[in-house]
């Protein structure tokens, strides 16, 4: 009949439906945990919580984001796709709103500051643990709807909403300031959207069952600076791997010279708001505007480098690392110098850029050394280096941060140039077999 969509025709906009939902799924999580990460350093200040106490915080949940991502991408086809969609965002929205009642209790003096920063921690526990079940299932369910022509590009597409998600928080949180909760509304307003989307999720992603054997891979921690490396998809997208060892020779040198890059990252990453507030001088709420927009203009840079420097200039990965290496130690150098906010902003700027050349570089090098057969084994070790970073580098930055305001750049530039050294003489881009993905 003339007007009626076709059976075909109906998938597809069924597909294209649950795409979208699903990338609103990944840009709320990453947002939400961004934005509470751009306002936690003005509210621990404004209670008289010690830094580190804060990067603690994050810490924490970084922590057990890493050991259950793989947990919950190895029990898809036990649980169902959609069930662990929900499950995730559910994690996510509990644990926010768990946050925000725990800091405005703190804000408004119901209970003592330390206090409601150590529930602060109990409630990220939550998130830690429950919300990696979310990417590894989005990602397992839009690979049981695409062709493998077209997976690796959707897979990369559903992966950039992080990215996007890094930018969104941060410029969202200081607009996001509520009567009587204070700089605690973020927390409120992220976790009110979870439940929203967790609805829709549960009401309009397809009822798949367990058992069907769709693929996903455990993502990064989604943090200030974390934003996708492209390993998660190569490890989607790959099928049966052999194991490969962390220590084999092809592969070490990328897996060291990332392990020392990702933690030169976080930990630049993690002081910042903190080198912002004392700059800056001013209001707390000042200084939180402030923050968002130094936050916003580093993610934009890495995702400049990553969607738009990247295809254009076409270098391998060697020469990727090499230059975001002298980028990224620049930029760390000029950020422990600068002190107005353009001067923060832009050097920020500079080295997240560099990052921006890293993070591709050093997934798309290790996933060239190996064969084919072992690409998945090598991307969830990246995957696992890249989240590890984010476990101890913000402890190490702020801590470092409170001895002396430069020393975590002064301190990330020196490993940088090391690497650097390192990476000129160890690295070399060897092509054993073609990746199943691009970085």
């Known amino acids: 009949m003339d007007g009626m969509l076709s059976g075909a025709d109906l998938g597809e906009s069924a597909n294209r439906r649950d795409f ?43 922590a057990l984001w890493v050991f259950a991502a793989p947990f919950w991408a190895k029990r898809l086809d036990r649980h169902g796709q959609r069930n662990m969609v929900v499950l995730g965002l559910a994690g996510f929205a509990v644990s926010t709103l768990l946050c925000g009642v725990f800091l405005s209790a703190g804000i408004m003096g119901s209970i003592a500051p330390i206090t409601a920063f150590a529930a602060f921690v109990i409630g990220r526990m939550i998130y830690g643990i429950c919300g990696p079940a979310t990417p590894s299932a ?16 959707a897979l990369t597409m559903l992966a950039s909403a992080f990215g996007l998600g890094t ?20 927390a409120f307003i992220f976790g009110i ?30 943090t200030i600076g974390g934003q996708s490396s492209g390993a998660s998809v190569t490890a989607a997208v790959s099928g049966p791997s052999i194991e ?63 969607w738009g420097l990247i295809p254009i200039l076409n270098l391998k990965p060697r020469a990727l690392i090499l230059i975001g290496l002298i980028l990224s130690a620049l930029g760390c150098l000029f950020t422990g110098m600068a002190t107005s906010f353009y001067g923060i902003a832009m050097a920020y700027a500079l080295s997240s850029l560099g990052f921006g050349f890293i993070r591709p570089g050093f997934t798309a090098g290790s996933s060239l050394a190996v064969h084919s ?65 691009p970085a």
């Open 20 to 62: 979208g939902l699903l990338f609103v799924v990944m840009l709320t999580i990453a947002a939400g945990n961004t934005a509470m990460q751009s306002v936690l350093p003005a509210i621990g200040r404004s209670l008289n919580v010690p830094d580190s106490a804060v990067a603690l915080c994050f810490s924490v949940s970084a």
């Open 138 to 153: 989005a990602q397992a369910m839009v690979a049981a709807r695409t062709s493998r022509h077209e997976r690796t590009k």
């Open 167 to 186: 930018i969104l928080g941060p410029a969202l949180s200081p607009y996001l300031i509520l009567p009587v909760v204070g700089m605690a509304g973020p």
């Open 193 to 222: 959207l979870g439940i929203a989307v967790a609805i829709a999720a549960a009401r309009l992603l397809p009822d798949d069952k367990p058992g069907d054997h769709a693929k996903g891979a455990a993502m990064t921690y989604p």
């Open 244 to 306: 490969v060892k962390l220590r084999d020779p092809r592969i070490w040198p990328w897996m060291l010279s990332g392990l020392v890059m990702t933690h030169a990252q976080a930990m630049a990453g993690q002081a910042i708001p903190f080198l912002v507030i004392d700059r800056m001088g001013g209001t707390l709420g000042e200084a939180l505007q402030a923050t968002g927009l130094v936050l916003m203009t580093g993610a934009g840079a890495a995702l400049l480098a990553q």
């Open 373 to 437: 057969n072992e690409q998945g084994s090598v991307a969830g070790k990246t995957t696992a280096v890249n989240g590890a970073a984010f476990v101890l580098g913000p402890s190490l930055g702020v801590g470092m941060y409170e001895i002396w305001r430069p020393l975590p750049y002064n301190v990330a530039a020196a490993a940088l140039v090391i690497v650097f050294l390192y990476a000129w003489f160890n690295l070399h881009s060897s092509e054993h077999a073609e990746p199943s993905s």
